[in-house]
């Protein structure tokens, strides 16, 4: 039977690479296909004629990039607070579109398109981390200021050089790697040796409270019994 070669030849976004016979069945024959790679990655099967006649030009992924362009606005390029969103990447377990955001800080989060919209989020989270840090300096501050040592540690010239070493590595600890949560910023010279240091920015290194206490000052996690 005379099979027309189609191989490795493009037909929208589909090349066929592997050859499939018809097949006589009880009553007639089946129709030729080839096993195509489609741009996208994916492989599919697809009739000979319907290759050639264009009536499949890929793996179904045109007509799903055309529905789910029909089902948001293209927020791409657009600014929400901290952040400016990328493209799309996926959906919520509630079918919500959700947005790979770059913010200011240099962290990259997969934000709901509802949140930056209704302005619920507008930042990767540092935002919220600063506050909280914030709070905790000031609260730290009224607790020990009895101690004229602690306030040093907790004056206001200390709490900017916290607050600049946070933002210079984008409230990241630089040991773990993680993002948020309880962080603190270590004198890589000692506070109280060098006080030239003290507010020297490139003294400090931000670090989780896991890896100051644990990894720096070495003290043993307590065992759970």
Known sequence: MYRIDIA?????RLVPIKYI????????????????????GNKITVRTCDIISGNTKSCGCIRK?????????DITGQRFGKVIVIKPVGYTSDHKITWLCKCDCGN?????GRNLRKGLTS???CLSCRATLEDNIISNNNKNSTS????????????KWRMEVYERDKYKCQSCGQVGGGLEAHHILSWAQY???RLDVDN??????ECHLHKVHGYKKKKVS
């Open 195 to 197: 006080p030239e240091t």
């Open 21 to 40: 016979p018809c097949v006589h069945t009880k009553n007639s024959w089946t129709k030729s296909k080839w096993e195509c790679v489609c741009d996208c």
């Open 123 to 125: 930042s990767c989270g």
């Open 8 to 12: 490795n030849k493009k037909f929208g």
């Open 108 to 112: 990259e989060k997969v934000i709901p």
């Open 65 to 73: 990039e055309i529905m789910f362009k029909k089902q948001f606005k």
């Open 204 to 209: 400090g290194i931000t670090l989780c409270r």
């Open 148 to 159: 004229l040592n602690q306030q040093k540690r907790y004056s206001s010239e200390l709490v």
